[in-house]
């Protein structure tokens, strides 16, 4: 599969919450870090999702926000992904930032370089990594 998410997470659905319109689906990572995705009940027939089946969940790296300290505040975004800072690539107007994750994976996100100053961004740097289940789109085979 070739598309332009830069954030394409292979895992394994192990949760399932149906509602009327949205099913809330969870996949875990092989690193065991867990992202929630809410898609639309018809999208998850048409998937045939269900646990136990290996998924892709992609997310398009604008969509992705970073935080350096979350101060104690609590989100309602759902996926919060911690990790280090292991590369940032500056460009004219936004940086990308990638950010490996406690189980090995990669989060890229692109951020405005004014954030990247305000948060003192930098390789080594612990981050957390934060997007809305809304954001993810759930690919299978």
């Known amino acids: 599969m070739k598309i332009s998410a830069r954030n394409q997470f ?35 027939d048409v998937l045939d999702i269900k646990e136990g089946i290996e998924v892709i969940a992609l997310v398009k790296a604008p969509q ?6 979350l101060g104690g505040y609590r989100l309602s975004a759902r996926n919060q992904l911690q990790g280090k800072i292991t590369k940032v690539t500056s460009g004219a107007v936004n940086s990308e930032i ?21 948060l003192g961004l930098s390789e080594g740097q612990s981050a957390t990594a934060i997007f809305k289940a809304g954001s993810v789109i759930l690919a299978v085979n």
Not at 14 to 35: A, P, W, Y
């Open 98 to 118: 990638d950010i490996t994750l406690n189980g090995g994976e990669l989060v890229a996100a692109t951020v405005t370089n004014d954030s990247v100053d305000n």
């Open 64 to 69: 992705i926000i970073i935080a350096s300290d």
């Open 10 to 44: 292979k895992g394994v659905v192990c949760g399932i919450t149906l509602g009327v319109v949205n099913v809330e689906v969870q996949v875990r990572l092989k690193g065991g870090d867990i992202i929630v995705a809410s898609i639309t009940k018809e999208s998850a």
